[in-house]
């Protein structure tokens, strides 16, 4: 994939989002059409293509009474904007990280990635089946929207290093692209911390401004091209076990819909959780075998004296968000924890004894 066609479309510094005019959503004959701005670009594998499927998907099963128009990153609005723009009527829908929003209020960390956190699978559990969503809908009323989960990248990568990690010393002053509660880990184990846009990373990199950076995973990370700069790729990333993506729509527009098309949205939502989950179960790997062969990508694994400091430092984040001053945040975050006792028995006891059953005693 030519990684300077995402740089065109990611909206670097919010190009050509000043010069354009928001047009009002169209109504004709029943019909209506909205606009959905995303922080991803144009037809980014995964991300960008499972926002652009999940509007087609609306658009099909609503027979085009709900039509959904795709902005990619700075179409419309910058990227990390784009909550700002559903939240202000510049257009119905935005798609992207609830992490990106955290200082509109931390507690939206938690429904993205956190750090030896849930997997895609739990947070799913938690958000669907044990009031997840119901505490997700009162950070997002205090806005006027409301989100969905959207889609998931299951376990990311750990990131691009130009120099192999030896341990905690390795990571002083380390400027390093990484978002949300993970960034905060980062920050405690040493490093200077800094999020940006996709599209942004690369040259970032590439001009020595970041030492090292963190997207997603193979199948985005070939197609940004950030093995042209630094070759040490470290898994797996302990502080984005099960990354989602959300969909963020209007509240009271969504409200004023037909109780079909809010289904339409919701359902709809819930299908691409999946199908990009499956997406980079099956073009992660083959990507990585790319990076390796083609490129001379260096695989590794973080020393176990980073993984005992990111833990110890995630506990201490998660632990004093338990205790924080704001009630929104407090209950978001006991709710997280709570469900996580529960669920990671099964992950711990059952699914991940399989998977080490597995790769001891099946050879294919």
Known sequence: MDRRSFIRSAGLAGAGAAATTLAAPAVAQGNTTWRMVTTWPKNFPGLGVGAQRLADRITAASGGRLTIQVYAAGELVPPLQSLDAVIDGSAEMSHGAAYYWQNKSTALSFFTGVPYGMTAGELSGWVRHMGGQELWDEVYDQFGVKGFLSGNTGTQAGGWFRDELTGLDSLQGL???????????????????????????????????????????????????????????YFPSFVEPGLA?????????????????????????????????????????RALKTLVEEHGVQVRQFPDEILKAGADASKEIIMGLRESDDDMTKRVAESFVESLKVMRTRVEGNDSQFIRARKEFLEL
């Not at 880990?185 to 970041?210: C, D, P, R, Y």
């Not at 209007?250 to 079909?260: C, I, R």
């Open 175 to 233: 400027r390093f692209r990484t978002p949300g509660l993970g960034g905060q880990v980062w920050e405690k184990l040493g490093a200077t911390v800094t999020n940006m846009a996709a599209g942004e990373i690369f040259q970032a990199l590439q001009s020595g401004t970041l030492d090292a950076a963190e997207f997603v995973g193979p199948y985005n990370d070939l197609a940004l091209g950030f093995y042209q700069v630094a070759k040490n790729y």
């Open 245 to 285: 993506t959300e969909l963020v729509v209007d509240k009271a527009k969504y409200q004023e819909l037909p109780e079909d098309l809010q289904a339409i949205i919701r359902d709809c939502s819930q299908a691409e959780y999946d199908m990009v989950g499956a997406d980079f179960a099956a073009n992660d790997p």
